[in-house]
Antibody, heavy 117, light 110 residues
Framework: QVQLQESGPGLVKPSETLSLTCTVS????????WSWIRQPPGKGLEWIGY???????NYNPSLKSRVTISVDTSKNQFSLKLNSVTAADTAVYYC???????????WGQGTLVAVSS | QSALTQPASVSGSPGQSITISCTGT?????????VSWYQQHPGKAPKLMIY???NRPSGVSNRFSGSKSGNTASLTISGLQAEDEADYYC??????????FGGGTKLTVL
């Protein structure tokens, strides 16, 4: 049973870069699609983007200019970088594994990242 | 891309059936049979309940079913139970090779 765990700072200053890593255990990161999804407090889910284990990516158009998702198959990890953050980027960030086209079968527990000075 | 449209809330009594709608466009819901539904309890990560419009992952109760007509997908929960009270989100694959979520629906079991 694959498990995902997000890690990274829980507080980021405005205009700086949010960086999170997702460690995958219980299975290989190879041959699958992996995603980042976020949820502002009290609000709905927002898809950020996904990456194939080979490194090909696709991003939410509204975030594309600020987002980079990368993968490190040697560490069984993938990462998220979101630059020039503002308070609007405060959210619980989930890493996830796609189990089919557009469907998320496995979720991390989520990590709250607050943007504040 | 615009979020898919869901009702903000629905409610039902135990044992009843409810349906949650999810409306998109021909570029997402209407164009592909890649609609998913998720259940989220407070403070928890979402859980996949339906994928590819009407398929249930292993372990999901057959009280949950999905369908689609045109640009609108639906999730039906039959034999409503107290533990079904949660937020429900739909999502769809899009023509831009991205994924878009609905705004979410809060289900209250009366």
């Amino acid at each position: 049973q694959v498990q995902l765990q997000e890690s990274g700072p829980g507080l980021v200053k405005p205009s700086e870069t949010l960086s999170l890593t997702c460690t995958v255990s219980g299975g290989s990161i190879s041959s699958y699609y992996w995603s980042w999804i976020r949820q502002p407090p009290g609000k709905g889910l927002e898809w950020i983007g996904y990456i194939y284990y080979s490194g090909s990516t696709n991003y939410n158009p509204s975030l594309k200019s600020r987002v980079t998702i990368s993968v490190d198959t040697s560490k069984n990890q993938f990462s998220l970088k979101l630059n020039s953050v503002t308070a609007a980027d405060t959210a619980v960030y989930y890493c996830a594994k796609l189990s089919g086209i557009g469907s998320v079968g496995y979720w991390g527990q989520g990590t709250l990242v607050a943007v504040s000075s | 891309q615009s979020a898919l449209t869901q009702p903000a809330s629905v409610s039902g009594s135990p044992g009843q059936s409810i349906t949650i709608s999810c409306t998109g466009t021909s570029s997402d819901v209407g164009g592909y049979n890649y609609v998913s539904w998720y259940q989220q309890h407070p403070g928890k990560a979402p859980k996949l309940m339906i994928y590819e419009v009407n398929n249930r992952p292993s372990g999901v109760s057959n009280r949950f079913s999905g369908s689609k007509s045109g640009n609108t997908a639906s999730l039906t929960i039959s034999g409503l139970q107290a533990e079904d009270e949660a937020d429900y989100y739909c999502s769809s694959y899009t023509s831009s090779n991205t994924v878009v979520f609905g705004g979410g629906t809060k289900l209250t079991v009366l």
